[in-house]
Nanobody
Framework: QVQLVESGGGLVQAGGSLRLSCAAS????????IGWYRQAPGKQRELVAV???????IYADSVKGRFTISRDNAKNTVDLQMNSLKPEDTAVYYC?????????WGQGTQVTVSS
């Protein structure tokens, strides 16, 4: 079992920055990759960024150049630095941990970008 807790969401003006953090606990040794997803009202949940246990990263085209995902293996945390935020980035952001057997989700954190 893996438990995930997100933090760092909030309200920010367009052009501003926020840093989200995902803290993992439990069977963290079994995690292959941790990703950030988001879901806006009325829309499907979508991938934002993923970082693998080897350190490889993948970003959605909509956030490339603005968002950076990073991990601290000693602290079992994965952060998402979000710069140049746009109103269309407004969503609930979820952390996901993928193992060979299943995926685990955090409770989500709200990010609101005002224009």
């Amino acid at each position: 079992q893996v438990q995930l807790v997100e933090s760092g969401g909030g309200l920010v003006q367009a052009g501003g920055s926020l840093r989200l953090s995902c803290a993992a606990s439990g069977s963290t040794f079994s995690i292959n990759a941790i990703g950030w997803y988001r879901q806006a009202p009325g829309k499907q949940r979508e991938l934002v960024a993923v970082i693998t246990s080897a350190g490889s990263t993948i970003y959605a085209d909509s956030v490339k150049g603005r968002f950076t995902i990073s991990r601290d293996n000693a602290k079992n945390t994965v952060d998402l630095q979000m710069n140049s935020l746009k109103p269309e980035d407004t969503a609930v952001y979820y952390c996901n941990a993928a193992t060979l057997k299943e995926g685990y989700w955090g409770q989500g954190t709200q990010v609101t970008v005002s224009s």
